[in-house]
């Protein structure tokens, strides 16, 4: 059935990836939006092999594979922007706009559009490159130090605290949040 839910009506396109994006977008359709997530086409050296039946995080969304090294796949995802609330992307810094894809390009066809961006270490600086992981944030940020036992080594908490709770929860705050100013104001970010 249809979930109906705070962001039923509202559309967003998730371009396909790993961790708090795919979460995020998750959050979003639990909440009642309207996902379309953006795959690779298969067989390409990008492509995410993931078993959907058990990928609990892709469920409550349609999927359109495309190639977006083809200017044909660009041009039909700045159409489906035009048409959306909302983007999800998690790739690093500069591939976006590289397929065309950023930011400006993607408010050109939509300004009411909300561009959220998902990456380990922000759009530039000394680490802008470098995947990121879960524990790095942690081990970096010193909270690794409170999972464990006194004089152990800490145990990793998987990756639900940084990339679930403080990527993809806070992703999806914030475009929650940005739709609520588009409204006012008219414009996207």
Known sequence: GTIMGPLAGY????????GPGPFCALVLAELGAEIIRIDR????????????????????????????????????????????????????????ERLGLGPHRCLEANPRLVYGRMTGWGQDGPLAQTAGHDINYLALSGDLHW???????????????????????????????????????????
């Open 147 to 189: 999972f464990g036992r006194r004089h152990e080594a800490p145990s990793a908490p998987l990756n639900v605290v940084a990339d679930m709770g403080g990527g993809g929860l806070m992703l999806a705050l914030g475009l929650t949040s940005a739709l609520l100013e588009a409204q006012r104001s008219g414009r996207g970010q």
């Open 41 to 96: 086409v298969a067989g390409s050296s990008r492509t995410i092999a993931v078993d959907e039946t058990l990928d609990l995080s892709a469920r409550g969304r349609r999927s359109i594979a495309l190639d977006l090294k083809q200017t044909e796949a660009v041009d039909l995802v700045l159409r489906l922007c035009a048409g959306a609330h909302g983007l999800i992307e998690g790739y690093r810094p500069g591939v976006m």
């Open 11 to 18: 559309r967003f396109l998730e371009m396909a990836g790993i």
